[in-house]
């Protein structure tokens, strides 16, 4: 995996503990806050990042999702953890990824050939926009969040 690969999983993995941390002193009340456009609830829309998240990790490495909107809510401690294993094993997974590295997934019904890249792409592309319509219920809401975006990734302090 190359050093953009990298950066950019690294990202979204940020991204997804960066909005659970704003969500985490919400209560259940703001929790089920919505918006017209978006996914559903903040607490559904988290839910569904994070086990679309685990099953594109399942088209990667064959890894069965532990999270499934199906569940009851965990929590958005619960979800935390959730979001550091999936963020590890996307990354994981894009190490090992060659070029031609395909497989064959559902879509919609119909068994496609698809390359795994970009599997990982629609990874990341399926967290930024939850994470997106996320924030739009907290702004709606006069909510405060920290701003999620690459240049705040880029220009945060080091670990």
């Known amino acids: 995996m190359d ?4 950066d950019a999983l690294l990202y979204n993995r940020w991204a997804n503990l960066q909005i659970l941390d704003d969500c985490s ?9 919505a ?5 559903g609830s903040i607490a559904d829309m988290l839910q569904h990042l994070l086990s679309a ?7 990667l490495t064959g890894t069965e999702p532990a999270l499934n909107e199906k569940h009851a809510f965990p929590g958005v401690d619960g979800l935390k953890e959730h979001a550091r294993r999936s963020g590890d094993a996307l990354l994981k997974a894009a190490e090992t990824l060659e070029a031609d590295d395909s497989t064959e997934v ?8 698809l390359r795994k890249s970009l599997i990982v792409v ?9 994470r997106t319509q996320v924030g739009m219920v907290l702004e709606g809401n006069s909510i405060p969040h920290q701003e999620i975006d690459v240049w705040h990734y880029g ?3 080091p670990c």
């Open 3 to 6: 050093d953009i690969w990298r």
């Open 25 to 33: 002193a919400l209560d259940e009340e703001q929790l089920r806050l």
């Open 35 to 39: 918006t017209p456009g978006a996914y």
């Open 53 to 59: 998240e685990q099953r594109y990790v399942k088209r």
């Open 106 to 113: 559902d879509y919609d019904g119909t068994k496609v050939k």
């Open 122 to 130: 629609q990874a990341i592309h399926h967290g930024n926009d939850h």
């Open 155 to 157: 220009l945060r302090p």
